[in-house]
């Protein structure tokens, strides 16, 4: 009897204290060390990602902020003049918002994957309207529920010029002022990104092309907010810090953001130890930067071996993703989980 009152409070204890070994125990996930870190990392998906329990949860326990890998690319949303393929994206912004996401938008004005309509304009009062009607269209549907849109992609080519694209053609050399202003006046919130790749690097052609050119829209009062690095690496060449940090820098200085937007980091087949460990070496020197410089944000483009469009397009490499073909974590998702953790 008396002894009751004293083992019902050893009993309180107890469970107190095993409650919080089993809490401090349980595994953090990804997920929230970068919550934690306020740090935006994020990953490129498919509709499919969203749907499969596994992959979705995947998704939930190790990133913050997704991106479209294709269905927001005009050729699947608004494949026909009058026809707008919403279910996909409305689907994309549901599980963003259910799972307190970000979202990046990808993209509006590039030279690929556009429906034939797009590819067939020849005329300028046309592919203006096409282009203005595109962007009013969808950032007023979706206004707010964006982060970060990339309005434009890919618009200088290797040598350093603007492409000859169909909207170049077109229009010329002003669609892409034009587009910027008319994704401003559609949603003053979202964060308007001039997306491109090989621009990451201060001395190069390309990348001080792709300088030049934002400095100009700059100059000229365009309003822009940041721009994106796509960094679709290889493994066999090491990251040139000082270019890109000083990259970085001068677009900074121009009161910009910068974003790293497609990362990944592709073998040349078959993987060996060594070149898995340069891979490793290049992923950490983005992300070690990344975190460093403080950037907007830092998606990898594409989570898993199974899904990579890597194969496809870059014949004779692969392995480019933190996922192995069957999901699971390889070393390179450890090495960079430590980095998001300091
Ligand atoms: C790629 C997708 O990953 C592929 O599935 C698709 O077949 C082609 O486009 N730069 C970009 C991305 O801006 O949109 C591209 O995505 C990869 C290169």
Known sequence: MIQRPIQRGLLLVGTFISLTVFLSC??????????????????????????????????????NILVAENIMKLQYLRPTATFWNWSDVDNLVRFAEENRMKL????????????????NLSDKEAALKVLTETITEVLTRY??????????????????????????????????????????????SVKLILNDYNNEYAGTVKGD?????????????????????????????????????????????LGLTVSFTEVDVRIKL??????????????????????????????????????????GTFAGYGSAHPFDQNKQPKKLYGSLRKILEK
Request: charged fraction near 25%; charge should be negative; glycine fraction near 6%.
């Open 26 to 63: 349980a595994p953090r996930t990804m997920r929230s060390v970068v919550d934690s870190r306020g740090f935006l990392f994020g990953v490129a998906v498919r509709p499919g990602d969203l749907l499969d329990p596994k992959d979705s949860k995947l998704l939930k326990d190790n990133f």
């Open 104 to 119: 990046r938008g990808h993209t509006f004005v590039w030279h690929n994957q556009n429906p034939p309509f797009i590819n």
């Open 143 to 188: 206004k707010g529920k964006f982060y970060e849109y990339d309005v434009c992609n890919e618009v200088i080519d290797d040598n350093g010029v603007l492409r000859n694209s169909i909207w170049m053609r077109t229009i010329g050399p002003e669609y892409i002022d034009i587009a910027f202003k008319t994704a401003r006046q559609a949603d003053p």
């Open 209 to 253: 092309a792709f300088y030049n050119l934002v400095k100009g829209m700059v100059d000229r009062g365009v309003p822009i907010d940041g721009v994106g690095f796509q960094l679709h690496m290889l493994a066999e060449l090491p990251v040139n810090k000082e270019a890109l940090q000083a990259n970085i820098k001068r677009f900074r200085d």
């Open 270 to 311: 078959p993987v060996t130890p060594e070149k898995e460990a340069a891979q490793q070496a290049v992923y950490e020197d983005l992300l070690r930067i990344a975190r460093e410089e403080n950037i907007s944000c830092f998606v990898l483009w594409g989570y898993t071996d199974a899904y990579s469009w890597i194969p």
